[in-house]
């Protein structure tokens, strides 16, 4: 996995933001990517035992409004899609490259 250099760590208000959808879980490897109009976030999902639930799920904000892009995201929370809201898919290049980011960083590479 190639470290995208557009990939930032996230703020903790986009952070918080993004944890507040999460019922059970929470976030660790936390990486942005902006892309103008959208904020592209990827975070590592945890269990609250600490185990990982999933290794990098993605998010996209505009606005302060927040849109589940990955499998992972859709099912940890309500938020609309980003496929259907946005016009933007889970293969798109930003939502592509954070995810890989968040995984160089899960994973050490």
């Known amino acids: 996995?190639?470290?995208?250099?557009?990939?930032?760590?996230?703020?903790p208000s986009l952070v918080d933001l993004v944890a507040s959808e999460l019922s059970d879980a929470?976030?660790?490897?936390?990486?942005?990517?902006?892309?103008?109009?959208?904020?592209?976030f990827g975070a590592t999902t945890l269990r609250q035992d600490g185990s990982m639930s999933?290794?990098?799920?993605?998010?996209?904000?505009?606005?302060?409004?927040l849109y589940a892009s990955?499998?992972?995201?859709?099912?940890?929370?309500?938020r609309p899609k980003a496929r259907t809201a946005l016009g933007v898919s889970p293969c798109d290049e930003a939502v592509q490259a954070v995810d890989g980011c968040v995984i160089g960083i899960?994973?050490?590479r």
């Open 1 to 11: 996995m190639i470290f995208d250099p557009r990939c930032a760590p996230a703020d």
């Open 26 to 40: 929470a976030l660790t490897n936390s990486t942005i990517i902006d892309a103008d109009p959208y904020t592209f």
């Open 54 to 65: 999933n290794r990098s799920d993605v998010w996209i904000i505009d606005g302060g409004a």
């Open 70 to 78: 990955s499998c992972g995201a859709r099912n940890e929370g309500t």
């Open 106 to 108: 899960t994973t050490g």
